[in-house]
């Protein structure tokens, strides 16, 4: 039987059809346009367009945007100063601060300045450790949406075996967290890991988290087991080869198409609850 297509790009369009609802009755009970702030610091061509299309999603659902462009010589204290300012700013109630920022900027002092009622990405030291201690936090915006689409799919998690390979601040690490607070077994494989291959071939479910193009072989995967891959490189390629998947894994994501829309989803998904929470 054909594997499952874990569809994103579907189920984003059709959430986005209920936020732009959302937000309109948010909108008439008397609240202000839900605002997110992109913060681009240099001009990495790739980032310029995640920024892009993350603003694009928010107009679809009736949200404002606002973009801050800081050149690629930015200091740490200048990044942070912009931070606060927008943290002080009652018009903004999320603040996107786009990863990967220039070397000579500390990201982690940057992302953990962001107040945490607007950390609409899931960044902060602090959200992380709210959300793994299954507290109120916002989920980094990448493992959130992949746990969305795994809900929507019906995935079963609990008691199942999932391998997640990589643990970066942003993605691993927090999807490793979140499917553990769903009563999964996981294992976290990183570029020490020895013995990658024989780990990823127990997992019921795959995670690919690894940003090398099919780094994941598809003969390690075993028959019927569930394959997200967050991977994108160009050419639509993932961090998990495909070879022959599709006519043995009981379900997968496509790249394009499956784990990208479903971040920004979760983004703008999280931007409305923080405008709600304003609210109460
Ligand atoms: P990252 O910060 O570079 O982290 C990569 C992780 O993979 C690290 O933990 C690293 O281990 C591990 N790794 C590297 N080489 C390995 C190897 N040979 N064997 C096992 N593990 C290895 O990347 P990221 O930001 O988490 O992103 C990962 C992927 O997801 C990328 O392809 C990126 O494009 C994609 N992504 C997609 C979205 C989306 O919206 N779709 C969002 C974010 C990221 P160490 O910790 O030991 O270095």
Not at 54 to 69: P, W
Request: glycine share 8%; net charge negative.
């Amino acid at each position: 039987m054909a594997a499952l297509i874990l569809d994103g790009k579907a189920l984003a369009m059709s959430r986005e059809a209920e936020l732009s609802i959302a937000v309109e009755e948010l909108i008439r009970s008397g609240a202000k346009v839900p605002v997110l702030a992109t913060i681009l610091v240099g001009g990495d061509p790739a980032s310029a367009t995640y920024v892009q299309m993350k603003q694009n999603a928010c107009r679809r659902v009736g949200m404002e945007s606002v973009k801050v462009a800081m050149p690629e010589s930015t200091t740490t204290e200048e990044l942070l100063a912009q931070i606060d300012l927008l943290n002080k700013d009652p018009q903004v109630c999320g603040i996107l601060l786009q990863h990967p920022v220039p070397e000579q900027i500390d990201e982690r002092t940057c992302f953990d300045a962001i107040a945490i009622e607007k950390d609409v990405d899931g960044v902060t030291t602090k959200g992380f450790g709210l959300m793994s201690m299954q507290e109120q936090a916002f989920g980094s915006a990448t493992p959130a949406g992949i746990m969305t689409l795994l809900a929507h799919y019906k995935v079963a998690l609990s008691g199942k075996h999932a391998v997640v390979v990589g643990r970066s601040p942003i993605l691993g690490k927090p999807m490793a967290a979140m499917l553990l607070n769903a009563d999964a077994t996981v294992t976290i494989c990183h570029s020490r890991t020895q013995n990658l291959a024989e780990l990823v071939a127990q997992a019921d479910i795959v995670i690919g988290a690894v940003g090398k193009p099919e780094l994941i072989k598809a003969e390690w995967i075993k028959d019927g087991a569930i394959v997200v891959d967050a991977g994108y490189h160009p050419g639509g390629i993932g961090d998990i080869d495909k070879t022959g998947l599709d006519s043995r894994v009981a379900a997968l994501t496509p790249v394009p198409g499956g784990v990208g829309p479903m971040t920004i989803n979760a983004l703008i998904s999280q931007t409305l609850d923080s405008a709600r929470k304003d609210m109460s």
